[in-house]
């Protein structure tokens, strides 16, 4: 369609020519297109005329449709600037210069002079749906709205998040008293199905993007009693400028388990990062969570982190630029919020790793988290000896994901593993969980 605005434009002399042109400059009205119009032949046979109209702004608008029509863009671009250099009021110029500057990516500024010819009251009514259909269709690319359905089947060899440790070990009187621990808190492994559907809208402007996501996950397996459902919302606002940006983000993420509300968070953090030259581009972030457990009110925190993080392009041997790395490591600092907690505060230290990696047939996506968290006091005097708890936790994630072109553009094959491990001087902290599952993702 957007040629055929520059057809039908360029048929109407009466619009397209300027207030003058110099007298060295030929009749162009001779070299307007017709119903087929040979483009590429056009520009070659304007071309010879540069010379002789160097103060033609309708032959620079001419020029520049034939350029534009016939992938010159950069050429086009520079041609046009020039018919409206000289007469700013061509009117075919700015309506292909506002096409041109859409190709080349610059929507705003694109859709800000298809809003000013719309404005004009000498635009020939012909014009008038066409332009405005435009900018319907330019407006549009501003919001996005994305919906999202994964199905996945796997196994989990820990589906209840059992202990690692058959035993607890009891300090009575000072001395170690060991007990056998119920069946039902060793691992439960098992198949199971997990699904999540979320729905993603985004809004762009020229200063900022706004974002919003909404999902709910979900697993169920014959482990009734360890099904699990998440329901979490999240904002994002980002505002780039001239090589930096700034981000701020707010959610919420409300976990059930069993059928009954285990944990709500909600959280907001900020991130900066600042114009860099560096290799690895750095950037700073400060996040807050308010953490409710629904059944046991004691363990209510405010969790706070500060993290530093690298972004770094990695070059492949097989397709230079493929690989993207992102390095981040924080400091954790959590308080209670009720007096007596077990342990009072906790602080530690978290570090992440984030690989990409574009194959020719997918993406390999990996994902390893060391969170180090120390009690301030002793946990208890019934466990360990009242020693202060530390708790290491590792993850690990793999995912392969392929587009499934068979079945549609946007649908795709998921391949995942999932490793957890978490340590601790205290018995009833220590657990460890593996996972792997295979499925399908829609996207719509």
């Known amino acids: 369609m957007q040629r055929f605005f520059l057809l039908l434009l360029l048929s109407i002399p009466a619009y397209a020519m300027p207030a003058y042109a110099r007298a060295a400059c030929p009749d162009l009205s001779t070299y307007y297109p017709g119903n087929q119009p040979d483009w590429p032949g056009l520009e070659q046979r304007l071309a010879p005329l540069l010379p002789e109209c160097l103060e033609s702004s309708e032959f620079f608008a001419l020029h520049g449709a034939a350029q534009l029509n016939s992938g010159q863009l950069a050429a086009a671009l520079e041609s046009l600037e020039r018919a ?3 007469e700013p009021d061509n009117g075919a110029a700015r309506i292909d210069y506002a096409q041109a500057l859409y190709e080349q990516g610059q929507l705003f500024t694109a859709l800000e002079i298809n809003a000013q010819l719309l404005m004009r009251t000498d635009l020939p009514s012909s014009l008038q749906p066409l332009l ?26 820990n589906l209840n998040g059992g202990l690692d440790s058959g035993q607890v070990t009891l300090t009575l009187s000072g001395e170690p008293v060991p007990l056998e621990l119920n069946p039902e808190f060793r691992p439960i492994g098992g198949p199971y199905l997990n699904g999540r559907l979320a729905v993603r809208h985004s809004r762009v402007t020229p200063e900022s993007q706004h974002n919003w996501t909404a999902e709910v996950r979900s697993r169920v397996s014959e482990e009734q009693e360890s099904d699990l459902l998440q329901v979490a919302t999240f904002y994002s ?16 993420n409300h976990l059930f388990f069993g059928g009954a509300a285990l944990f709500s968070g909600t959280g907001v953090n900020a991130r900066y990062r600042p114009e860099s030259t560096l290799w690895c581009k750095p950037d700073y972030g400060l996040a807050l969570q308010h953490q409710l457990f629904h059944q046991q009110s004691r363990l209510n925190g405010l969790e706070s982190k500060f993290a530093v993080g690298f972004n770094c392009p990695l070059a492949s041997a097989s397709n230079n630029g493929s690989q993207q790395l992102r390095v981040e490591f924080g400091l954790l600092h959590n308080s209670e919020l009720k007096s007596g907690r077990l342990g009072d505060d906790r602080q530690g230290w978290q570090i ?16 390893f988290n060391h969170t180090r968290l120390d009690d301030d006091e002793g946990y208890s005097a019934l466990v360990a000896n009242g020693e202060e708890r530390v708790a290491k936790r590792n993850f690990f994630l793999l995912q392969y994901r392929q587009p499934l072109r068979f079945l549609g553009y946007d649908t795709s094959l998921l391949l995942n593993v999932y490793h957890q491990r978490q340590r601790s001087n205290i018995e009833l902290f220590a657990s460890t969980d593996t996972s792997a599952e295979i499925g399908i993702s829609w996207t719509f």
């Not at 606002?237 to 919420?252: D, E, H, T």
Request: glycine share 6%; charged share 20%.
């Open 84 to 86: 409206l250099l000289i």
């Open 132 to 157: 405005a259909s435009r900018q319907q269709s330019w407006q549009a690319l501003t919001r996005e709205t994305v919906y999202q359905l994964d199905m996945l089947a796997g196994y989990d060899d």
């Open 237 to 252: 606002f980002l505002r780039p400028n001239r090589g930096r940006s700034w981000q701020l983000n707010a959610g919420m």
């Open 352 to 367: 992440n790793l984030d690989w990409q990696l574009l194959l020719p047939r997918g993406v390999l996506h990996a994902q």
